[in-house]
């Protein structure tokens, strides 16, 4: 029985419908087309992170048939959430194939399943299937919502799966639903706040930017204009709290000067210092959430499986007061 694929999105802000089936987007138009000016960009950009087919469910199998587009990062498992008890990899045979075809096995009773997407892959749903006559509605509306807002740290680079991705594992472990708007590569530039304004009804917002800025000698007044712009456009948006994260270790670039003279270090206290300027602002201590061993790192700048899991534990642990208050 073929269900009504747009019903079963979460993640998703808009559903784009191409010949190869759905691609759920997490951007409105405005913010679409501020990622549009590259094809890498874009590629990143449609990459459906975050997003999750997510129904209760009492079939003994679920299967799902998708087509992969372009890559930004050879990623192409489904991850299997069951219950919010139990996560796995669903990876494809063939991945390279142009239609790839996953069933997912279920145990007896009603269920609460989530499929997450590639996150790195341009990926289209061509349908998705429950056994006839087996009971199957979408998940009602989580109490509370994050935004993430972010590079490619954020975005999950390099982990092997949506689910050992930390802001999955963040919003998991605070129980609630999230829109991930991080793409591969962005700095906190100015023009990214104002196309924020689209998003609203979340009840945190988890921004960090910073790796790509001080690669690029981006002005540390500059930076910080950027997030500041952020920040206004998130705060106009209602009484959800605003969390910055600095900006993570990359252990063989600290204390290295950058081609202005400024280290990664120049920029994480540039962001700090907005605190003043917006006193609810929390602050999340990059090098306190993922401590400086290239061990947590997949190629020196960002975190492996093993990091994402030390990363979120961290922050769930830092957020656990300020989510309740």
């Not at 009504?4 to 999105?9: I, P, S, T």
């Not at 129980?175 to 009804?201: K, R």
């Amino acid at each position: 029985m073929q269900l009504a694929g747009k019903r079963y999105f979460l993640g998703a802000v808009d559903i784009v419908e191409d010949p190869r089936g759905l691609l759920p987007s997490r951007f409105t138009p405005a913010l679409r087309a501020f990622y549009g000016d590259t094809e890498a960009r874009v590629i990143r950009a449609n990459s459906p992170t975050g997003v999750r087919i997510a129904m209760i469910t009492d079939s003994p199998s679920v299967r799902v048939r998708v087509a992969y587009g372009r890559a930004a990062r050879e990623k192409y498992a489904l991850s299997i959430r069951l219950d919010d008890d139990s996560a796995w990899l669903c990876a494809p045979a063939q991945p390279r194939e142009k239609f790839c075809d996953f069933r997912v096995g279920l145990p007896t009773g009603r269920h609460r399943l989530e499929i997450g997407l590639p996150h790195l892959v341009e990926t289209f749903v061509e349908r998705i299937d429950v056994v006839d006559g087996a009971y199957a509605e979408p998940v009602p509306a989580a109490g509370s919502r994050m935004l993430f807002v972010g590079d490619s740290i954020m975005q999950g680079m390099t982990t092997e799966a949506l689910c050992r991705s930390y802001f999955d594992l963040v919003a998991c472990g605070l129980a609630c639903d999230y829109v991930n708007l991080s793409v591969g590569g962005a700095t906190a530039a100015l023009g990214l706040g104002e196309c924020l304004d689209g998003y609203s009804g979340w009840d945190m917002a988890l921004v960090s930017f910073g790796t790509n800025d001080c690669t690029q000698n981006r002005p540390l007044a500059e930076y910080a204009a950027g997030l500041a712009a952020i920040f206004t456009t998130l705060r106009r948006q209602g009484n959800g709290k605003i969390c910055l994260l600095t900006t993570v270790p990359r252990p063989s670039q600290e204390g290295k000067p950058n081609g202005i003279g400024k280290t990664l270090d120049d920029y994480r206290q540039a962001a700090k210092a907005l605190q003043t300027q917006f006193p609810e602002l929390i602050i999340l201590d990059g090098p306190a959430m993922l401590p400086a061993e290239e061990r947590l790192l997949a190629d020196g700048i960002h975190p492996n499986d093993a990091g994402s899991a030390v990363m979120a534990q961290n922050i769930l642990t830092a957020l656990a007061e300020a989510w309740k208050a």
